[in-house]
Nanobody, 114 residues
């Protein structure tokens, strides 16, 4: 199983990005995919999940700015992030679990400038 995250970059506060997570080795309709991020000096935190069955959830404090979606044909899960703040800076990771083994992508850097 491999996950390839992309779409990060340098963006000004208030801007938006679409992060993509392309999954190979398993189907996103079989194993759900979650997004996490890790800010400098902080622990990795959960942001959102798109479950295999189609349910999705975003952390309560981010629901007004972040959205998760998927393209089954592309076996890809997206995280749309809007109204970005400097505190959103960090490495964004996607992850899935298959047969009790957790897999992580390499992460994509998001840097928000003031």
């Amino acid at each position: 199983v491999q996950l390839q995250a992309s779409g990060g970059g340098l963006v000004q506060a208030g801007g938006s990005l679409r992060l993509s997570c392309v999954v190979s080795g398993t189907l996103i309709t079989t194993n759900g995919v979650a997004w996490h991020r890790q800010a400098p000096g902080n622990q990795r935190e959960w942001l959102a999940t798109f479950a295999a069955g189609g349910a999705s959830n975003v952390a309560d404090y981010l629901k007004d700015r972040f959205d998760i979606s998927r393209d089954i044909g592309a076996n890809t899960v997206y995280l749309d992030v809007a109204s970005l703040k400097t505190e959103d800076t960090g490495v964004y990771y996607c992850t899935t679990m298959r047969r009790n083994v957790r897999y992580w992508g390499q992460g994509t850097q998001v840097t928000v400038s003031s």
